[in-house]
């Protein structure tokens, strides 16, 4: 058997780490895990091709085994030109795969090799013939580490499978002795709420022959365990030719993997067994942008559909009718007293003061803004609370905002006020800056020209503008099921700022300019 040797990675970035295995087109086992896993683990892949299977989640069709001339060829110009730290080996299918690869070692000599020594898949399609398995055994004298599970440890010493840990723990010793190497005994296949592994040197890691080296674990409740002896085995070769230390290798491995069998409900791949997530650890892309960028993108359509609706066509042009603006502006007063009381709950969730303030701020600037729509365009007082009912797009768009100041999440709140400020801003300044593109002459006299010139409000740029480094603060704080709530909290509160525009738009559509005259220079709407 080839000594433990060190790794030789040390100075170099990372390791390189040839996968020799079986192709699983659907990604979870075989050559395509190995690959992940070992980028995953800090490590460079290589990958040699044994067999292709035609396989999914469901289980394995076919297999096709290329002539092992060509194998050889493979591992050739790999080691030809490349300096390996670290093999794994996985699926071989048949003893001459196995004795091809066995003497590519020999040729070869590489400082770590960890064996899976593949039998069976977990939907019970055969990965190797009955004959190979004394190939099998011979590899595993020319390997670092063997890494069977329950069943192909039984295989390997000629027994039946173990049926509790004890048992798998005295068929890993024998085996270590049998063939002078490093076993790690598995615990995957044998029930209860612990998933226990064991590693076994042969020359007993501190002067004790066949001492087992138990790392405890979890047993994470799920189906997808597609691929977990592929993940396992290529992310310790990497881990080993990181560290060059078998405990270290064995503990960082099982983490990492108890980690991606955990986060494997996220991928959803497949109706069978599913795969773990190798990747688990690394940001969400869609995370490494502001808020603010992910959030304006995502509602890009219906931005786009906000600025053709009649209503804002008619405020832009002035063909507006009257009885429509007013009743948008109806509206606009009866939903800004409910907002304010929606602010005024952000405030009391807000982790600063100086946020608190701000919403704080804002929800006293709705009510005063409310007064003003009823006085300077309404004509009226705002009326006592309860009296005026709002109609189902403004009670809609308000249900939802108090819906999420229940859920109690600030960072789901603020992404749910935001669009109210910010599509708000938008639309105004759009509207603003198509009017005065027809020249200041057409502004003069337009009939909602003093009703657009509102929209230049500095004041409001300003707090939309503090509005949205809050919403990016709080989505870099968040959790990343908190920031999937802030981007739908979003996306609805933008959609109903679309209906809330398209939800005033009569049948008087057609009615010329004139007839809204009066509405220059804040008359009182009827
Ligand atoms: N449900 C689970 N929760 C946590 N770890 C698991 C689970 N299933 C398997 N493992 C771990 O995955 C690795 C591979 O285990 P096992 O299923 O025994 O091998 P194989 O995938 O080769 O059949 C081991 O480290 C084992 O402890
Ligand atoms: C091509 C290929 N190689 C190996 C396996 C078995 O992978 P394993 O990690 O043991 O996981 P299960 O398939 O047993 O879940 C495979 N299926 N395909």
């Not at 509207?431 to 593109?437: A, G, L, M, P, T």
Request: one cysteine or more; hydrophobic letters at 45%.
């Amino acid at each position: 058997m080839e000594p433990h040797r060190a790794a030789t990675s040390r100075g170099r970035a990372l390791p390189n780490v040839l996968s020799i295995a079986g192709s699983d087109p659907s990604g979870g086992a075989g050559i395509q895990a190995d690959v992940k896993s070992i980028s995953a683990n800090g490590g460079y892949a290589l990958a040699v091709v044994t067999a292709l299977t035609a396989q999914n989640t469901m289980g394995v069709t076919g297999v096709h085994t290329p002539p092992v001339e060509f194998l050889r060829r493979q591992l050739d110009a790999v080691s030809d030109d490349i300096l390996l730290d670290a093999v794994k080996i996985g699926m071989l299918g048949s003893e001459e795969v196995a004795d091809c690869v066995a003497g590519w070692l020999d040729d070869v000599r590489p400082a770590v090799v960890v064996l899976d020594p593949v039998m069976v898949a977990t939907s019970g399609a055969r990965l190797l013939d009955d004959d190979a398995v004394r190939a099998v055994l011979r590899l595993a004298a020319r390997a670092s580490l063997v890494t069977p599970n329950i069943p192909e440890l039984g295989v390997l010493i000629g027994a039946a499978p173990a049926g509790s840990w004890q048992e798998a723990l005295r068929q890993g010793r024998e085996l270590a002795g049998r063939v002078g190497t490093a076993v790690l005994v598995k615990g995957g296949h044998l029930p209860g709420p612990r998933c226990p592994d064991a590693l076994i040197l042969p020359g007993g890691g501190a002067g004790h022959p066949g001492e087992a080296l138990v790392f405890d674990g979890r047993r994470v409740g799920t189906d997808n365990t597609h691929g977990t002896g592929c993940s396992l085995s290529s992310a310790i070769a990497t881990r080993y030719a990181v560290t060059g230390d078998w405990s270290a290798a064995v503990r960082e491995a099982k983490g990492w993997l108890e980690a991606a069998l955990g986060a494997s409900a996220s991928l959803r791949v497949g109706r069978g067994a599913g795969p773990v997530h190798h990747f688990h650890a690394l940001p969400d892309p869609r995370h490494r942008q502001p808020f603010t960028d992910l959030a304006w993108r995502d509602t890009a359509g219906l931005r786009h559909e906000i600025l053709q609706l009649p209503f804002v066509v008619g405020l832009t042009d002035g063909s507006l009718p009257a009885a429509d603006f007013a009743g948008y502006l109806r509206e606009d007063a009866l939903y800004l007293r409910e907002y304010a009381g929606v602010l005024a709950r952000t405030a009391a969730l807000a982790p600063t003061e100086t946020e608190q303030l701000f919403w704080l701020q804002c929800a006293t600037s709705c009510l005063e803004t409310e007064a003003e729509l009823h006085r300077s365009w309404l004509g009226t007082e705002p009326g006592p609370r309860g009296t005026d009912l709002p109609g189902p797009v403004t009670r809609a768009y308000c249900d939802h905002l108090v819906a999420t100041t229940a859920r109690g999440s600030y960072a789901e709140l603020v992404a749910s006020v935001l669009p109210c400020f910010w599509l708000y801003a938008a639309v105004g300044d759009y509207v603003r800056d198509q009017v005065r593109q027809d020249g200041g002459a057409a502004e003069a006299a337009h009939p909602y020209g003093a009703w657009i010139a509102t929209y230049a409000d500095p004041v409001f740029a300003e707090a939309t503008a503090e509005a949205k480094l809050i919403a990016d603060r709080a989505h870099r704080a968040a959790s990343p099921d908190e920031r999937d709530a802030m981007l739908l909290a979003f996306r609805w509160s933008a959609t109903y700022e679309r209906d809330f525009f398209d939800a005033h738009r009569g049948p008087s559509a057609d009615a010329a300019p004139s007839e809204h005259a009066d509405l220059r220079e804040g008359v009182v709407l009827p």
